[in-house]
């Protein structure tokens, strides 16, 4: 069964560093997510991406963060300039329009900021 | 956007015991979605349900939409190690199928042997 997949598993920074999560969505999907789970915490949406544009984003998802799609299977995460309070798992989910109403998640990635 | 409460926050259970965990809004929903996180896992879709009053059943796993479509229910019964884990509810925005997904604040599922 085709799944998400999520690169790094855990990536550590020091605060005020940049870094770039990956996810490569299942393959015939249009839609993409970003999400996150500060430990002991829901899942918080931040992002939504579809034809290569953001479709919505949350008040989280503030000038610090960005994503992309640059090529036609990566979709990549990025934090300018990391935060204490950044730390947290960061989930991607794809979604096929349509046929599902499932938003399949990657395994995540855990950042932590020092 | 849609907000839902989710309750209980924990709940410890002997092997064989039954577990409900309830979802609640105080506006009309859509639809409802069920999500197991295993611990350090991530969420993984269990069922949607958008009609009043549905109720589908998986294997141990009973689902129920309330009439009024603001209210949802999970119970598992005869619980097993194996159902340790968060379940979350989350709504789906927007009425479409590809809307962000907002989540409850999840119930922790312990079993005890």
């Known amino acids: 069964e085709p799944e998400v997949t999520q690169t790094p598993s855990h990536q550590v920074t020091q605060m005020g560093q940049e870094v770039i999560l990956r996810c490569v969505p299942i393959?015939?999907?249009?839609?993409f997510y970003w999400y996150r789970q500060i430990l002991g915490q829901k899942v918080e949406f931040l992002v939504s991406?579809?034809?290569?544009?953001?479709?919505?984003k949350s008040e989280i998802f503030d000038d610090q963060f960005s994503v992309e799609r640059p090529d036609g299977s990566n979709f990549t995460l990025k934090i300018r300039s990391t935060k204490l309070e950044d730390s947290a798992m960061y989930f991607c989910?794809?979604?096929?329009?349509?046929?599902?109403?499932?938003?399949?998640f990657g395994p995540g990635t855990r950042l932590t900021v020092l | 956007g849609q907000q839902v409460m989710q309750i209980p926050q924990y709940q410890h259970v002997q092997e064989g015991e039954d577990f409900t965990t309830y979802c609640n809004s105080s506006?009309?929903?859509?639809?409802i979605q069920w999500y197991k996180q295993r611990p350090g896992g991530h969420p993984v879709f269990l069922i949607q349900?958008?009609?009043?009053?549905e109720v589908k059943k998986q294997k141990r796993l009973t689902f129920q939409f309330g009439e009024a479509k603001k209210n949802s229910s999970l119970h598992i019964t005869a619980t097993q190690t194996t159902d340790v884990g968060t379940y979350f509810c989350?709504?789906?925005?927007?009425?479409?199928?590809?809307?962000?997904?907002?989540f409850g604040q999840g119930t922790i599922l312990t079993v005890h042997p």
């Open positions: 989910a794809s979604n096929k329009r349509g046929a599902t109403d499932t938003q399949y």
């Open positions: 393959s015939n999907h249009l839609y």
């Open positions: 989350a709504v789906r925005a927007g009425g479409t199928s590809y809307g962000k997904l907002t």
């Open positions: 349900l958008v009609k009043s009053g």
């Open positions: 991406f579809y034809n290569n544009e953001i479709s919505e």
């Open positions: 506006t009309t929903l859509s639809n």
